[in-house]
């Protein structure tokens, strides 16, 4: 069966300092991979999502990126973290961008 | 903007009522899904309609489709304590390629 995994759960960083999220998948290959962004008590905002090795498709200009240094593996970096980048990022997975998402648990991220 | 809004933004009933919650889009759709997040974790997918149908069941859930109001709703009958959660819509918005999430309707079930 497939699983997703996503690390650390939960992270307190300081203002300046980088950033990096790390989420795979396994039990399937090739999958959509997505990064999510989650204001308390608010919706989901997309950030990124990949089809493939090395495709990476921006939502929305910030000062985050992602990379996809392998098919099962999605990685959201900053070089210098913002207060505004607090929040809950949530990775997801699926096989087909019509088909229902996979979430993994979540990182709880705290810029202080 | 969202391309899913819920309404109501907040909904608190007592178990074993029934719970409705509404869900507008702006665009044609190839498919609406309805998500469930208990607090502090990740979605879970529950159920996804296609534009092509106009309800559909899954165990105490009820899902209705007008795609010519472009408007969904998710009913759960009998509620319980552990329907507690946040329920969002998504679609696929036309020209888009990822799910875009509205704002989700916080449920709470008092016991």
């Known amino acids: 069966s497939q699983t997703i995994h996503q690390w650390p759960a939960t992270l307190v960083q300081p203002v300046g300092s980088p950033l990096s999220l790390e989420c795979t998948v396994e039990?399937?290959?090739?999958?959509?991979l997505y990064w999510y962004r989650q204001a308390a008590g608010r919706g989901l905002q997309l950030l990124f999502y990949?089809?493939?090795?090395?495709?990476i498709s921006s939502e929305v200009p910030q000062n985050l990126s992602a990379s996809r240094p392998q098919d099962r593996q999605f990685i959201l970096s900053s070089k210098k973290l913002l207060l505004s980048d607090s929040g809950f990022y949530l990775c997801?997975?699926?096989?087909?961008?019509?088909?229902?998402?996979?979430f993994g648990n979540g990182t709880r991220l705290t810029v202080t | 903007s969202q391309q899913g809004e819920e309404d109501p933004q907040a909904l608190s009933i007592q178990e074993g009522e029934n719970a409705t919650m509404n869900c507008s889009y702006k665009?044609?759709?190839?498919?609406l899904q309805w998500y469930r997040q208990n607090s502090g974790r990740g979605l879970v997918h529950l159920i996804l309609i296609r534009s092509n149908e106009r309800e559909k069941h899954s165990g105490r859930l009820r899902v209705t489709l007008d795609t010519s109001k472009k408007s969904s709703s998710l009913l759960i009958t009998a509620s319980r304590a552990a329907d507690t959660a946040s329920y969002f819509c998504a679609t696929i918005p036309t020209g888009r390629r990822a799910l875009t999430f509205g704002s989700g309707t916080r449920l709470q079930v008092q016991p």
């Open positions: 997801a997975w699926t096989g087909e961008s019509n088909s229902p998402l996979h």
């Open positions: 990949s089809v493939g090795i090395g495709q």
């Open positions: 039990g399937t290959s090739n999958p959509n």
């Open positions: 665009t044609s759709i190839n498919n």
